[in-house]
């Protein structure tokens, strides 16, 4: 433009390139609101709902009177997630562990990475389905909904994600490590817990993490696995509450203090995640592997 | 212990001094794990098998065609035909691509080539938050939030383009449209990750040789970067669509529940995944509905599994060496 | 855009050469005037002033991180396409400074063409369309006659004829090469940037490029960066060499490897170093 050294760049491309750019910032922007929008009605109509004693006690599932605290739900996703952590943090590691240690390129271990990939790919909902199969239908343990049953839809939830997300770390463990105990004259077993798995750590409580907080807002597997009662319980063996059930419970209810008590509670459920979910970057970003 | 004991990676030892119970661990160690990894294997293949053993009763009395394609879901009168189902999962599904799909790879786009360097990381961060919030949140919202502020606007929209097939006539509160707006806001995470990570897989001296050809920061985009990574960006949408076609509770709060084929997407409808979460309680005691509800449930975990295989192929081929488009063919 | 075109030739070239000679009309020159630049902290191109002469090849020469491919770099701006590099100073085409107000950095490219390193066609495009690619941007229909003269321009037409359809990453490294310079031909620049254009290539298709550079003078003003001495000495008009970021000396070629002015120069172009 100010010079006649360069052919300008014609008005319609400099304007295509102008739009373009705002177009993609602006969808940009457009992506962020939801996120915003949710936060914002999270705060505004849950905080009202929280208290000391919305916290210490339990629903009572009365539609006219006081519709009571979420203690039992609160208690009900620890133990619930515990459980299904307890179950899917070893299980999920130990694979992840014969994948890059035994099974490498074998046949079996591309077959055992497609298998996780379709657990990762199957709708919650369809765990739920299958545990009513196997566990519910046929009583196991006595019981026909029970919170360890919930557990085990969470748990196979959990797993593929454990899985995919320790292998990547432990595949960044250098070789070199290995090699260097293997000289020692290690035997394989201490190589992989003293070396392979200390050095991964940091990544695999990462992916743990992940997991745990996914698990945490997952309604879909406990609808009829686990079901929901508004008391405390602390057998396994029995129905139990969770945040998650006593939110869809209460959505559909007419009653507007049932409807605060659900805010008050996916407020609290959001917060738990978010917490999860930043320790894990935070955990992340600590490690040095990655 | 002695030197002889070195064991080359990925092979059984055979140690020339250790006694059966030294290696004792070793083995025990590698075949546990190796039993444990068949287990995954096992347990899904039982699963499958499992879900088509307990919907048998249900495509013996209504035949496996009879159930995909007859629109009549009256479970009192022992009517089911899963389309008004299958077709909701597949409208919703699809609005969630068509209005997902575009801002995820935006937003990849923005963070990745466009955003100042200061503001990428806060932004990612941002972004992948949307994956947190979990699903029953989504509903909370949508039911009480998204159903009654939107509602004016689709009127709006149906009455201006009524034109437009399957967009004009009366808008009911839970609709098509609304579940497939939160959905396409549940699958932007995962779809934008998949973009991003493709996107900053392009060569930058693709880009430089755009740059230096005079190309503009877009034309740079259009003629280097998105024709490298959309086999990747395909694959990110194939995988949004698959967590879109399985998502249950957000989807059932918003949709309104009527198992029928609505006349436009601002009708209500129901999805494969919603009517289990529905009916399931009621159907404890009845056999036949119990099947039909798994048959679901089936059709479900297949379709997701063909979505996530091609979603995986896609991806794989996007990150491993790049093949000319026109090669391959 | 071809009015443009035309009023660039009209304004700013004198006297386009008789009709029918191949012999293409007189390119520009080039002059860096106190050029610096930095990554972040890092000073790698400290106070330089340059010229590249008309239709001649300049070539620069130096140990690996003199500075010489950050030179050419800033000649077309493709230096601040690196997070965190900065530069200061004028870069002279003619008389307009490209670092200049108002002067767009997508024009500057277009009139200062670049070959890279590393050959670089764009995967997914056929030869035809990677040739046509600088020319799409600015119209809307590539005729062949184009894109068969650049390949020409770029030796490599007869090589290719045939199979324009097929992908250019198909052919050889030192074929992507040619192509890559094809690409840049086919804009018609001024002046033509190589950065080690044959570093990645195999004795003979280095040979070629170097006959390439040879007839490309009758073209554009040519500035090549080169770590291989033989190589400058074959194909350079001129020679500049570079040590720490600084231009130790420049002049003509012959006399810069025979005769230099600088001890420093001596020691590198008789192998002592570098």
């Known amino acids: 433009m100010s010079s006649v050294a360069f052919a300008p760049v014609s008005a319609r491309r ?277 | 212990m002695e030197a002889g004991t070195i064991t080359p990676a990925g092979e059984r030892s055979s140690a020339l001094h250790r006694s059966p119970a030294a290696r004792l661990p070793d083995r025990a160690l590698k075949w546990g794990l190796t039993a444990l990894s068949l287990g995954v294997i096992v347990l899904i293949a039982y699963f499958f098998i499992r879900l088509i053993v307990e919907s048998e009763p249900v495509f013996q009395q209504v035949g496996v065609v009879n159930y995909l394609f007859s629109a009549d879901w009256v479970p009192s009168k022992e009517l089911y035909g899963a389309l008004p189902l299958l077709a909701g999962t597949l409208i919703t599904s699809a609005i969630a691509l068509l209005l997902g799909i575009p801002v995820a790879v935006a937003t990849a786009l923005f963070i990745t080539e ?216 | 855009m071809s009015d443009l075109a035309a009023q660039r030739t009209t304004t700013v070239r004198p006297a386009p050469g008789p009709a029918l000679q191949p012999v293409a009309s007189p390119a520009r020159a080039v002059t860096v005037e106190r050029l610096n630049a930095w990554y972040g902290d890092q000073h790698s191109v400290k106070d330089l002033t340059l010229s590249f002469a008309p239709n001649r090849a300049t070539a620069l020469i130096g140990p690996s991180g003199s500075g010489k491919s950050t030179v050419v770099r800033c000649v077309n701006r493709m230096h601040e396409e690196i997070p965190g590099a900065r530069a200061s100073g004028r870069v002279l085409l003619d008389d307009t400074d490209v670092y200049g107000d108002g002067v767009d950095v997508v024009a500057v490219r277009r009139a200062i063409g670049m070959v890279f390193q590393k050959p670089n066609p764009f995967p997914t495009m056929s030869i035809f369309d990677n040739v046509a690619a600088g020319l799409r941007l600015t119209a809307r229909k590539v005729s062949h006659d184009q894109v068969e003269s650049a390949l020409r321009g770029a030796g490599l037409w007869e090589e290719v004829k045939d199979r324009l359809a097929k992908p250019g990453i198909g052919l050889s490294g030192g074929q992507q090469q040619r192509l890559c310079i094809a690409r840049a031909l086919a804009v018609e620049p001024d002046v033509l940037l190589m950065d080690e254009p044959a570093s990645a290539l195999d004795p003979i298709s280095t040979l070629k490029i170097e006959e390439l550079v040879q007839e490309l003078k009758s073209r554009v003003t040519i500035a090549i960066v080169t770590h291989n001495m033989q190589q400058a000495a074959r194909v350079a008009d001129q020679t500049a060499f570079m040590l720490d970021g600084e231009l130790v000396e420049v002049g003509p070629t012959e006399k810069i490897f025979t005769n230099p002015d600088d001890s420093r120069t001596e020691e590198y172009v008789t192998g002592k170093f570098g």
Not at chain 1, 27 to 51: E, F, N, R, W
Not at chain 1, 233 to 238: G, L, R, T, V
Not at chain 2, 124 to 134: E, F, G
């Open chain 2, 114 to 329: 466009l955003a100042p360097r200061r503001i990428r990381g806060p932004l990612t961060v941002v972004v992948d938050l949307l994956a947190a919030v979990p699903s029953v949140v989504y509903g909370l919202w949508g039911f009480f939030f998204l159903i009654p502020k939107l509602k004016p606007a689709e009127q709006w929209l149906a009455d201006t383009f009524s034109f437009v097939p399957f967009v004009g006539g009366t808008v009911t509160g839970p609709n098509y449209f609304v579940a497939g707006l939160i959905l396409a806001i549940m699958i932007l995470p995962i779809a934008s990750a998949i973009s991003r990570e493709v996107i900053s897989t392009v060569p930058p001296e693709h880009k430089e040789a755009a740059l230096a050809l005079g190309a503009t920061r877009w034309e740079t985009i259009r003629m280097a970067v998105l024709p490298y990574a959309r086999g990747g960006i395909a694959g990110g949408a194939m995988l949004g669509l698959g967590r879109a076609i399985g998502e249950t509770i957000a989807v059932t709060l918003v949709i309104g529940n009527a198992p029928v084929i609505g006349d436009s997407i601002f009708q209500q409808g129901y999805t494969l995944a919603a009517v289990i979460a529905n009916e399931f309680g009621e159907a404890a005691s009845n056999e036949l509905h119990r099947a039909a509800l798994i048959g679901a449930g089936l059709v479900l975990f297949v379709l997701t599994l063909g979505v996530n295989g091609v979603a995986r192929a896609f991806v794989v081929r996007a990150e491993r060496g790049r093949r000319p488009a026109g090669m391959a063919a």
């Open chain 1, 14 to 290: 400099r304007r295509t390139d102008k739009l373009a750019r705002a177009s993609v910032a602006l969808l940009t922007g457009v992506a962020l609101v939801p996120l915003a929008l949710i936060l914002y009605y999270l705060v505004k109509q849950g905080i009202g709902a929280i208290s000391l004693d919305f916290f210490t006690t339990d629903p009572t599932g009365s539609f006219l009177g006081d519709p009571g605290g979420i203690k039992s739900a609160i208690l009900g996703t620890v133990l619930m997630v515990g459980l299904a952590a307890a179950v899917a943090v070893p299980v999920g590691v130990g694979v992840a562990v014969w994948l890059v240690e035994f099974g490498r390129a074998s046949k079996l271990a591309h077959a055992v990475r497609y298998f996780i990939d379709v657990m990762t790919g199957v709708p919650s909902i369809v765990f739920g389905l299958f545990v009513y199969i196997t566990l519910v239908i046929g009583g196991a343990g006595g019981s026909s909904f029970a919170a360890w049953k919930g557990s085990t839809a969470l748990a196979l939830l959990m797993l593929p994600i454990v899985t995919r997300s320790a292998e990547v770390v432990l595949l960044l463990v250098p070789d070199a490590l290995r090699e260097a105990a293997y000289a020692l004259g290690a035997p394989r077993w201490k190589v992989v817990f003293r070396v392979v798995l200390p050095t991964a750590l940091p990544g695999i409580v990462t992916g743990v993490l992940l997991a745990v907080a996914r698990a945490a807002g997952e309604t879909a597997p406990l609808l009829f696995t686990a079901a929901a009662v508004n008391a405390t319980a602390f057998n396994y063996n029995d129905s139990m509450n969770s945040l998650p059930m006593l939110i869809f419970k209460n959505v559909g209810q007419a009653q507007d203090r049932l409807v605060t008590i659900a805010w008050g509670a996916a407020l609290t459920l959001v917060a738990m995640i978010l917490m999860l979910t930043l320790l894990a970057r935070l955990i992340q970003r600590r490690s040095r592997l990655s």
